[in-house]
């Protein structure tokens, strides 16, 4: 009998150390391995949105989704309690009818803010429903975080009382933002704005099959004009090393703020 007892105890262990260790996205898991990580400690949820839109002539779409993943990931394996769920991969990017902002380029996928808004409530009504304890939504997208912070607010004043915080992370964006400006700055690299040299070069740390940018474009997407190339700046300056950094900037941004949120609670 308690040989039955301890090996019982080991299976559950395993179990347990299993789903700790083998993902920190939800979506690798089984739903009995979700409940037992949560057992375990894993009691924050991490909702990213990202978005794909067009990047001119030398940048793949994924852009938003790839950096996205990435950071979600980092931010849910280095704080250690936390998992991510999937990654939002549409934002609004523009008018579809009328093709304004992203919209009047091929491949942009845009959706309205009030369906952006009643996604992320609902799957933040969801990680709140499974049991987790602080909900945390964020975007890489500029646009949509005015409704993520909506949704987190409307959220958390329904569950609050249950004991279930959700928040809204704007760092992310805004910080992390005047953090890569900062960087370029004092470089004496002009930062440019969509699909430049800050977002290239975290596509290109991030890149490792080497297919997702073309360098041989930089020329052109520098050339403009926007209204013609979709590019806001000269991704010419871009480096993986910067890539890297200005992820970091992100990250770190994040989990500052989540940590300086859930002591406030």
């Keep these: 009998m308690n040989r039955l007892l301890i090996g019982i105890a080991l299976?559950?262990?395993?179990?347990?150390?299993?789903?700790?260790?083998?993902?920190?996205?939800?979506?690798?898991?089984?739903?009995?391995?979700?409940r037992d990580?949560?057992?375990?400690?894993?009691t924050s949820a991490i909702l990213f949105a990202g978005g794909i839109e067009q990047n001119g002539p030398h940048m793949?779409?994924?852009?938003?989704?790839?950096?996205?993943?990435?950071?979600?990931?980092?931010?849910?394996?280095?704080?250690?309690?936390?998992?991510v769920y999937p990654i939002m991969p549409f934002s609004p990017a523009g008018d579809p009818v009328a093709k304004t902002g992203h919209m009047r380029f091929p491949g942009t996928v845009s959706i309205s803010s009030e369906v952006f808004l009643g996604v992320m409530?609902?799957?933040?009504?969801?990680?709140?429903?499974a049991g987790f304890k602080n909900i945390f939504l964020m975007g890489e997208h500029g646009q949509g975080q005015a409704e993520l912070r909506v949704a987190a607010e409307s959220v958390d004043a329904d569950w609050r009382a249950k004991?279930?915080?959700?928040?809204?992370?704007?760092?992310?964006?805004?910080?992390?933002?005047q953090d890569i400006n900062a960087y370029l700055k004092q470089?004496?690299?002009?930062?440019?704005?969509?699909?430049?040299?800050?977002?290239?070069?975290q596509v290109m740390f991030l890149d490792q099959g080497k297919t997702l940018i073309h360098?041989?474009?930089?020329?052109?997407?520098?050339?403009?004009?926007?209204?013609t190339t979709g590019v806001g700046g000269n991704?010419?300056?871009?480096?993986?090393?910067?890539?890297?950094?200005?992820?970091?900037f992100k990250i770190t941004a994040a989990m500052d703020q989540m940590k300086t949120l859930m002591a406030q609670k």
Excluded at 12 to 31: G, H, K, N, P, Y
Excluded at 121 to 129: E, G
Excluded at 187 to 201: C, L, P, Q
């Design 37 to 42: 990580a949560m057992a375990a400690g894993k």
């Design 60 to 83: 793949a779409l994924v852009k938003h989704n790839l950096i996205a993943r990435y950071v979600a990931g980092q931010i849910a394996e280095r704080m250690g309690n936390a998992l």
């Design 187 to 201: 470089k004496n690299i002009v930062g440019g704005g969509h699909a430049a040299v800050a977002e290239t070069s």
């Design 163 to 177: 004991g279930v915080r959700v928040f809204y992370v704007s760092d992310v964006n805004t910080k992390a933002g």
């Design 121 to 129: 409530r609902q799957a933040a009504q969801s990680a709140a429903a």
């Design 235 to 248: 991704p010419g300056p871009a480096t993986v090393e910067m890539g890297k950094q200005f992820l970091e």
């Design 215 to 227: 360098a041989d474009k930089f020329a052109v997407s520098a050339a403009g004009p926007e209204t």
């Design 11 to 34: 299976l559950l262990v395993t179990s347990i150390a299993s789903a700790q260790t083998r993902s920190v996205f939800i979506e690798d898991l089984t739903s009995y391995e979700l």
